[in-house]
């Protein structure tokens, strides 16, 4: 039989965040149940509105207002089932002995943070979806991912390739854009739009890396993943500034001229994420100052399409920076310059 | 049977690859392994990764007239009965 929930109703995200931290855990459980149900409401309305043309949900918020995270993160237990292990943390609640378990809650709390703090988006899909993270995922699993729902897995490494995936803040921020790409252009995983899929990850992973840091462009390094390689792969799995010499086996190409045809989405992302670079370090500061604003208002164009190639998402990056900055502005400049330097048109 | 495994994807994108002969696991899990893979469909389109960042597996391996099969399965296909000789071989594998 099944047990009744009281409080599947319309207590608000607030006084349910409060309950989620009851000690007794029946309560727990069920105010942690209904906030995940809540946001299912939001989440079937978005869908709804999707398939009616519109691009995205208008925001409903349901009496939130923002600005505060729902992590929960769970030991899977080295288990490769995709159901929420053990709860280890909710929210508001503090560290504990796992060190996985307080890097991945963190991670997201940065990320979280950029994306409030710059683009006042309330979690991935703008809409405050609660976010639950499954630390110490698989055996010596070597990979960390969304799963295009609001999960996101951690494996361990096997201690050559990766280690543990939750210490690096840019990885967290690469995977959780995924789910923010998801609600925006959701561009397709394949080609050139999954080379922009894959760039947009490292362009707001770093930037996450950056702002929780406080780093302005000369102190980034700009590389991605340098804190989860383990020996083969060190130093780095990416570098935005010079791609194809971040470790022994990176084959990424730094222009047009080595675009390989039918590569992986992770190999030809070197090409924009070296773009994203050039137009952030030739205007100087902070990346975030106007580069990621650009390519945030890119991102969530609606004339980004879900089958955009290079030159689209190109050309609609400078319109975005003459629409902001003014047409002559050294923003838009940068940005021609940007891409210039990879060889991809603008017009 | 001698089986070849290429991780394809994941967060770091970078192929890895190694073989393993199913006369190397336990028999019942050699067996296992065999029937599951001759029991694939040869036709089977690719699956596409599941979700960003998901790792795909390419395999090759003999079919019963020792002609050479290949097959790509998304790391969501992985069921109990191959698991093991993927991880054997991944646990070899060489990078690039």
């Not at chain 1, 939750?166 to 959701?186: K, R, S, W």
């Not at chain 1, 999954?194 to 929780?212: P, R, T, Y």
């Not at chain 2, 698991?83 to 990078?95: D, F, H, N, S, Y």
Request: with cysteine.
């Amino acid at each position: 039989m099944p047990i009744r929930q009281p409080f599947h109703c319309i207590l608000p995200p607030d006084l349910l965040n409060r309950l989620a931290r009851a000690s007794d855990e029946v309560t727990r459980n069920a105010a942690l149940d209904t906030l995940q149900l809540d946001h299912l409401f939001r989440l079937t309305r978005a869908e709804m509105a999707s398939r009616l043309g519109g691009r995205t949900a208008r925001p409903i918020t349901f009496g939130r207002i923002g600005g505060k995270p729902q992590r929960t993160i769970y030991d899977q237990q080295h288990s490769t089932t995709q159901t929420p292990g053990v709860v280890m943390r909710a929210e508001g609640q503090a560290a504990v002995a796992d060190t996985a378990v307080n890097q991945a809650y963190d991670g997201f709390g940065y990320t979280y943070n950029f994306y409030w703090t710059m683009f006042q988006r309330d979690s991935i899909d703008g809409q405050g979806l609660p976010i639950l993270g499954m630390v110490h995922y698989g055996q010596n699993y070597d990979n960390a991912f969304w799963d295009n729902v609001r999960n996101m897995f951690f494996g361990d490494g096997d201690g050559q390739i990766l280690t543990q995936t939750t210490a690096g803040i840019d990885v967290v921020g690469h995977e959780l854009t995924h789910g923010v790409t998801q609600h925006e252009a959701n561009l397709t995983y394949s080609g050139q739009s999954g080379a922009l899929n894959e760039s947009i990850s490292d362009v707001f992973g770093i930037q996450v890396k950056q702002f929780a840091l406080n780093q302005d462009v000369t102190q980034s390094d700009w590389l991605i993943g340098a804190e989860i390689v383990g020996p083969a792969l060190k130093p780095a799995l990416r570098s935005m500034k010079t791609p194809g010499t971040a470790n022994p086996h990176d084959t990424q190409p730094a222009d047009m001229d080595g675009y390989v045809q039918g590569g992986d989405v992770h190999t030809n992302s070197g090409i924009p994420n070296r773009a994203f670079y050039t137009v952030a370090s030739t205007l100087g500061g902070h990346a975030w100052d106007a580069a990621g604003k650009i390519w945030y208002a890119t991102l969530s164009d609606s004339a980004l399409t879900s089958g955009a190639a290079f030159q689209d998402f190109a050309k609609l990056t400078l319109g975005n920076a003459q629409r902001i900055y003014g047409a002559t502005s050294k923003e838009a400049q940068a940005v021609q310059a940007g891409w210039a330097a990879v060889k991809v048109p603008t017009t | 049977m001698r089986v070849r495994v290429v991780r394809r994807g994941g967060l770091a994108g970078i192929a890895l690859t190694g073989e393993v002969d199913t006369g190397e696991l336990p028999a019942e899990q050699a067996k296992a392994v065999e029937d599951r893979l001759h029991g694939l469909p040869l036709d089977k389109p690719t699956a596409p990764p599941g979700h960003p960042d998901g790792f795909q597996y390419a395999l090759e391996f003999p079919g019963p007239r020792g002609e050479s099969r290949s097959i790509t399965l998304d790391e969501s296909e992985v069921d109990d009965n191959l698991r093991p000789v993927i991880q054997k071989a991944m646990e070899r594998g060489t990078l690039g």
